[in-house]
C-alpha cells in the first residue's frame, strides 16, 4: 500500500493512500453514493488496543461475500491501516470506520457491474474513555418502541442505513436515547443502532439471530463471556415486546456503548427504574475480557 508522509490532524485511507481528510474525493458515480452498495464496520479502539478485531473483519468478509464484492484485503491489510490511521491521528480512544463500496462505473445501472475496482476507505474519530462497570456513572438509557419497518436483509451491514437512520430519529424526535424495534408478530428484533438483551425471570435472554437483526459483535462477544467466564444462564430465543416491557432488566449492546442499561421503555420504569445487579455483573465480565477477541 502506497503512503504520503504527511502529517495531518485527520489523516483517512483512500484507495490504497493516507491522505488528509480535504483531499479524499471519491465519484459521484461510485455505487456507494448512488446505490448505498457496500459494507461497512465500526471499531473501537483504546490507546491503540482493538476490540473485536477479528470478529468484525469476519462479519465484514460475510457481508463483502453476499454482495460478491471482492475487497482484495486480508485482515492482516485491514489491521496494518487500522494501526496507521490510529497513529497518524495522534492516538488516544478512537474508532475505525472501515467501508467499502462496490466502486465507481462510467453509467447509473441496478445490475452488478462487471470489472470495477472497490473503493475502500477508513477514517478514525474520537470517542469516550473506555467504559466501566459503575452504577454511579454508567449512561441510562431511556428508549421508545415502534413497528421495525426496515427491509429483511438486516443480518448484512450494508451502507444502505436509511431504515435505521429513519427509526432512530423517530425517538430521537420524541426525546428518546434510541428505539426498541418489534415485528408484526410482536417480537423484538433489535434496536436501531443496538442489538437488545433482557433479564427475564433471572436468566439473560436476547434475541436469536435472523435475517431480521444485525449480528452484533459486541452481542457475540459478550454472549461468549458471560458463558465462558460467569455463572449467568443466558439464551438466545423469541423475545416478545410484552416481555421486554415486564422484564426485570434490559440492556442495549453496540462497539460504542459496550453494554448499556435501559431504565425506562416509552416511560415506564424498566424494573425497580434503576440499573440492575445482572448489568453490573455482565458489563464487569465485559469490560475485563473484551480485549480478548
Not at 455505487?31 to 468484525?56: A, C, M, N, Q
Not at 477508513?122 to 452504577?135: E, S, V
Amino acid at each position: 500500500m502506497r503512503t504520503q508522509r504527511k502529517n495531518a490532524l485527520h489523516t483517512v485511507f483512500l484507495n490504497g493512500d493516507f491522505l488528509p481528510l480535504e483531499e479524499a474525493k471519491i465519484s459521484p458515480m461510485d455505487r456507494g453514493f448512488l446505490f448505498g452498495d457496500g459494507i461497512y464496520e465500526v471499531i473501537p479502539s483504546y490507546d491503540g488496543r482493538l476490540v473485536g478485531f477479528g470478529p468484525h473483519l469476519a462479519r465484514m468478509a460475510d457481508g463483502l461475500a453476499s454482495l460478491e464484492i471482492d475487497s482484495g484485503m486480508s485482515e492482516a491489510d485491514w489491521r496494518a491501516v487500522a494501526t496507521e490511521l490510529i497513529a497518524r491521528n495522534g492516538g488516544g480512544d478512537l474508532a475505525l470506520y472501515l467501508h467499502v463500496s462496490r466502486g465507481a462505473d462510467t453509467r447509473r445501472d441496478h445490475a452488478y457491474p462487471a470489472n470495477i475496482r472497490p473503493t475502500l476507505y477508513a477514517f478514525a474519530f474520537p470517542i469516550p474513555p473506555c467504559p466501566t462497570a459503575d452504577k454511579a456513572t454508567v449512561t441510562r438509557y431511556r428508549v421508545s418502541t415502534a413497528e421495525d419497518m426496515r427491509w429483511r436483509r438486516c443480518n448484512i451491514k450494508s451502507t444502505a442505513l436509511l431504515g435505521n437512520v429513519m427509526h432512530y430519529q423517530q425517538g430521537h424526535a420524541s426525546g428518546s436515547d434510541e428505539t426498541i424495534l418489534y415485528n408484526a408478530q410482536g417480537e423484538v428484533t433489535e434496536a436501531a443502532a443496538c442489538n437488545v438483551f433482557a433479564v427475564i425471570a433471572g436468566k439473560v435472554v436476547t434475541p436469536e439471530l435472523d435475517e431480521q437483526k444485525l449480528p452484533g459483535i459486541t452481542r457475540q462477544m459478550l454472549l461468549d463471556i458471560l458463558r465462558r467466564h460467569t455463572d449467568l444462564d443466558v439464551e438466545e430465543r423469541v423475545v416478545t415486546l410484552d416481555e421486554l416491557r415486564t422484564a426485570q432488566e434490559v440492556w442495549l449492546t453496540s462497539s460504542s456503548k459496550d453494554v448499556a442499561p435501559v431504565v425506562a421503555i416509552d416511560g415506564a420504569p424498566v424494573g425497580d427504574g434503576d440499573v440492575g445487579d445482572t448489568w453490573l455483573a455482565a458489563q464487569s465480565a465485559y469490560v475485563a475480557h473484551k480485549f480478548d477477541y
